[in-house]
């Protein structure tokens, strides 16, 4: 009796598959697998329900937590992917991780996916799908299915769908970021639709009356907001809810993806966008100009790492060592003010801060500024030193 684990969202892709890998594959056994990274509980319950009503058996693992622990490794890193925040990407490894250990446990043949062959996710699953030795099924991709097909097929089936023809987003949505796409957004210039928003109000429509919030840091990681400390999955929450209100964290991009498609993408993420912002502030008081420049290289290299998928890669942890040892000292607190879309950071204080308003203040002798003569003789020099030769050559 063969049998094979479905990493499941409860989605459209996902739940037509469970007929084809019968159908198509031959499997007498269908086991769904929905890992809880933060989604509204709503959905993590309609997934399970589904899952329980179309599958042989399934699994709803709680991986919050796990999730939380990247998010603020994510932090640490600015993690950032030609603007996009990662909140997809970071969480595949992990779900595939989850999957794979029931996989294991089920003793199944093969794991299966609901990704098509144009996307990143394929990449990002089977990395570590293959990484635990399982044989992957990919039907969208291997059967070159369309997403109308797809509604067509479910249609047949009897599957309870949400989409349709009109509106055929396919949305994907964690604890840090929601993801539209799909149907008219497909194409760049059609300006998006306010009904595709959940988690923010358009600028136009947020408050008139900005709202200044204080977040606190310890060694790189947010702990209070407002003075009140927070477990990190709560402050997320909460801060996707401030930031929401005040239309926070729209991001409407072309990006590029893995296989060299250029796509574009509609992103939801208040929480991570105040989030990053203050952290990227409070660096640039307490890290060295020399190490703010060298860290801009690591997290560059870092977030293409999450985005391909290849946290498992051996340069990913040596990369988390350097990161993790810049943040030794970010710790202090952030004022940002949120109005209307923007979230602006406008006061900071850190015991490790860099800066010193007794050397830097006009108003203060501790530095003789005549000391500055000889340095500024020197500045420049050879750009003075090529004009002239260029100068006698002419």
Not at 28 to 34: F, L, P
Not at 302 to 307: G, K, M, P
């Amino acid at each position: 009796m063969s049998k094979v684990v479905l990493s499941y969202s409860g989605g459209l892709d996902t739940t037509v598959c469970i007929p084809l890998l019968r159908e198509k594959y031959g499997f007498d056994e269908v086991v769904t697998v929905t890992v809880d990274i933060g989604q509204p509980e709503k959905d993590v319950k309609e997934a399970e329900e589904r899952g329980k009503k179309y599958s042989d058996k399934h699994y709803t693992i709680d991986a919050k937590k796990e999730f939380v622990d990247a998010l603020f490794t994510l932090i640490k890193a600015n993690g950032d992917y030609e603007g996009y925040v990662l909140g997809t990407s970071i969480a595949r490894p992990i779900i595939a991780k989850k999957t794979a250990e029931i996989a294991i446990e089920e003793k199944a043949d093969a794991i299966a996916h609901g990704c098509t062959g144009k996307g990143n996710d394929q990449l990002r699953f089977e990395n570590i799908f293959m990484q635990y030795g399982f044989k992957v099924i990919a039907p969208m991709r291997e059967l070159n299915l369309t997403r109308e097909w797809e509604i067509d097929y479910a249609r047949k089936k009897g599957i309870e769908i949400k989409v349709s023809k009109e509106k055929p987003w396919s949305i994907d949505e964690n604890l840090w970021s929601r993801s539209i796409e799909g149907g008219k957004l497909e194409d760049p210039s059609f300006p998006p639709l306010e009904e595709i928003f959940e988690w923010t109000v358009s600028p136009e429509k947020a408050p008139d009356q900005p709202e200044v919030i204080k977040i606190d840091f310890e060694r790189g990681i947010p702990v209070a907001l407002n003075d009140e400390r927070m477990k990190g999955y709560e402050l997320i929450r909460k801060l996707n809810e401030v930031g929401g209100k005040h239309g926070v964290g729209r991001t409407d991009m072309m990006e590029d993806r893995v296989l060299g498609l250029k796509a574009r993408e509609n992103y939801e993420h208040p929480a991570a966008t105040i989030l990053l912002t203050a952290h990227i502030d409070l660096e640039r008081l307490i890290l060295s100009r020399r190490e703010l420049k060298f860290k801009k290289f690591v997290e560059e290299e870092w977030a293409e790492l999450v985005y391909y998928g290849l946290t498992n890669d051996p340069l990913y942890d040596a990369l988390n060592v350097f990161i993790d040892k810049t943040q030794e000292r970010v710790t202090g607190w952030v004022k940002v003010k949120l109005f209307k879309g923007s979230a602006i950071p406008i006061a900071r204080f850190s015991e490790y801060a860099l800066y010193s308003e007794e050397l830097t203040s006009f108003d203060t002798t501790t530095i003789d500024q005549r000391l500055a003569e000889g340095y500024s003789a020197f500045h420049g020099l050879q750009g003075r030193l090529y004009r002239e030769i260029m100068k006698r050559k002419d």
